[in-house]
């Protein structure tokens, strides 16, 4: 029993780091950025940048990573808290909160826009990227992977319970690729209001996907986190995973 405990915990931990960490150089030269890349057994696959929560690139995020490898895809996470802070990577209790509270009202959204353009052209030309690249992103990240769908030449975005996204609605037809975004339906920080301005502004467009999980609150993909349900975490990586298949590959003879 105790050798079985031991081998679970071994393994728990190897999926936390799972891939390694690759350098990218800042677009506006004031030097380099870190990016947690995982890719698949293959060795290859298409791309797909992975855009942080305001935790950083914490567990969560390179499990996501590493998930995402498993089903074919090369994974490029970047630290986007470099300029304020390199290599943050906080929890979710409620001092770590508010220190990840405090670097998402210092956050440079155009900074940051330079900086995922960057990482977007490090996972083009790495090795292990072949094809075509998306995005996927969680909270600050969801609204990042809808900016990257505008400003990085992505091929599909994928949004959770992205904030503030409604803010930036005149970039809709800078936005030409297929999106998927999820919402929470009790999520404060993405209220009925912020929805409904975001569904209208899309209305009519096929290629976007909009989702609503009754009963759910922000976050509600992240594990060990009180809002996790698992449910609705499935359902919106199967339609995540539907968008990316489509988009980008790899297309599996079943």
Not at 4 to 33: C, H, P, V, W
Not at 35 to 42: Q, R, S, V
Request: glycine letters at 10%; proline letters at 4%.
């Amino acid at each position: 029993m105790i050798s079985l405990i031991f081998r679970q915990l071994i393994r728990a931990e190897d999926q936390g780091m799972a891939g390694t960490y690759i350098d990218i150089n800042a677009k506006d030269g004031s030097g380099q950025f870190k990016g947690y890349l995982a890719t698949p057994e293959t060795g290859s696959g298409p791309g797909i940048l992975l855009l942080q929560e305001i935790f950083g690139i914490n567990w969560h995020i390179r499990d996501v990573a590493d998930n995402y490898a498993e089903e074919g895809y090369t994974v490029l996470a970047p630290d986007l808290f470099w300029r304020m802070e390199p290599g943050v990577e906080l929890g979710y209790s409620e001092e770590e909160f508010q220190k990840a509270f405090g670097f998402y009202q210092e956050f440079n959204i155009a900074k940051a826009i330079e900086d995922m353009q960057a990482a977007t052209s490090a996972l083009q030309s790495h090795e292990a990227c072949k094809g075509k690249v998306g995005a996927v992103g969680f909270c600050l990240g969801g609204k990042l992977s809808y900016l990257a769908a505008a400003h990085c030449g992505i091929d599909a975005a994928v949004c959770y319970y992205g904030v503030a996204i409604e803010e930036d609605l005149d970039l809709k037809d800078q936005i030409t690729c297929p999106v998927v975004m999820h919402f929470a339906e009790l999520d404060q920080f993405v209220p009925a209001e912020a929805r409904e301005q975001i569904t209208e502004a899309f209305s009519g467009r096929s290629e976007v996907e909009i989702y609503t999980y009754a009963g759910t609150d922000h976050a509600f993909n992240t594990p060990g986190r009180d809002s996790y349900h698992k449910p609705s975490a499935m359902m919106a990586h199967s339609r995540s995973m539907a968008c990316f298949r489509r988009a980008l590959g790899p297309h599996c003879n079943l």
